[in-house]
């Protein structure tokens, strides 16, 4: 039987975990998302920390269970150490070391975002480096070059929100619930993306991106509008919202590949489940990998699947692991 990887991954609202083998093939993937934010219009920290307490225990188990195995069959345990909520990381990172220790497992620390990347390296449709990869989440959007399976390079990032979290803010203007990525996406698809003119960021330099003005834009609009207005042309401002962050992502990402000279390009984080930048992505003429959409989102399985490539803390160290909250890439 080929060695296998536990991997949990409690960042941020979603608590995950997933049991890969060494090659990279998926045996489950579990992911309990919280469920409980929608009311706050937001992830509230501590609620988020208490529920990865109540539920990974339960969704180590079921991980294990839909793999058909136990912990007697796993070789190594890989957790999330950050970015992401300190308090939320810090469950997942006891449970993986209580594990490690107890069991006498090595423990592999992966960067969340080093996570995302290496969702596209997983079966059965390995993506490999070299390419530029477009990272979009909640708490991050970035552009970087991928160059091999333990690393990257940031080309350009946000200089202020994330394009998820304009999704989000954005979706709360326009009276939708929390997640708004895939809410704005729905209603978008009655409306008219050319119905208004929302600006992309086009005078940030280089390869960074900026989501603050825009965000903005949509307040102003519907403020000006006025409310019932607002909600009668809700699906166009939707479309059109939508619209100018999927040209924003898009545009850098093809400087980026002709910046690189690189022909090969793949996408990771919560917004790269979204339909309409997938489809602008596909049009830029490089090779696009699209990992599934629970590949995309939060998972185990790009945690375990990043720690194939990376080291590993011997079971006798693996009590000293630390958890951080901002990434250790500035990002
Ligand atoms: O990667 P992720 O699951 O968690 C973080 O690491 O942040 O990303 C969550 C983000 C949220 O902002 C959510 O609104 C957005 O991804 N998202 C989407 C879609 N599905 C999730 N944004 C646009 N379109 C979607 N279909
Ligand atoms: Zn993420």
């Not at 399976?149 to 202020?160: E, M, N, Q, R, Y």
């Not at 990043?306 to 951080?324: G, M, T």
Request: with cysteine.
């Amino acid at each position: 039987m080929s060695a296998l990887l536990l991997g949990i991954e409690t960042s941020c609202d979603d608590t995950c975990a997933a049991v890969v083998t060494r090659e990279g093939e998926i045996r489950s993937n579990v992911i309990s998302s919280q469920g409980v934010h929608d009311q706050f219009g937001g992830v509230v920290p501590e609620i988020a920390s208490r529920h990865h307490l109540e539920l990974v225990n339960a969704v180590v188990d079921d991980a294990l269970r839909k793999a058909g195995v136990g912990l007697d069959a796993v070789d190594a345990v890989a957790v999330t150490q950050g970015p992401g909520l300190v308090g939320a990381l810090l469950v997942g990172v006891a449970s993986a070391k209580g594990i490690a220790a107890g069991r006498g497992l090595p423990l592999i620390a992966v960067d969340h975002l080093q996570g995302h990347v290496a969702a596209n390296f997983l079966l059965p449709d390995p993506f490999d480096p070299p390419f530029v990869c477009l990272v979009a989440s909640g708490g991050h959007t970035f552009v970087a070059r991928v160059e091999d399976h333990v690393s990257f390079d940031v080309l350009g990032a946000t200089l202020d929100d994330a394009a998820g979290e304009a999704f989000d803010k954005g979706a709360r203007m326009l009276g939708l619930p929390f997640p708004g990525g895939p809410q704005i996406q729905r209603v978008a698809a009655e409306g008219d993306p050319g119905a208004f003119a929302f600006p992309v960021a086009t005078r940030v330099p280089g390869l960074d991106f900026s989501f603050a003005g825009l965000k903005t834009s949509l307040l102003y609009a519907i403020r000006d509008m006025g409310e019932e207005r607002a909600a009668a042309c809700r699906a166009d401002l939707a479309a059109s919202y939508q619209h100018a962050i999927v040209e924003a992502l898009a545009q850098r990402t093809e400087r980026a590949l002709e910046q690189t000279g690189l022909t090969r390009m793949a996408i990771g984080g919560g917004v790269a489940a979204n339909a309409a930048l997938r489809e602008r992505l596909g049009g830029l003429g490089a090779e696009l990998k699209v990992p599934p959409v629970e590949l995309c989102t939060d998972n185990a399985a790009m945690i375990a699947g990043a720690a194939r490539f990376l080291p590993a803390l011997p079971a006798a160290q693996a009590l000293s692991l630390d958890a951080y909250s901002t990434g250790q890439r500035g990002l």
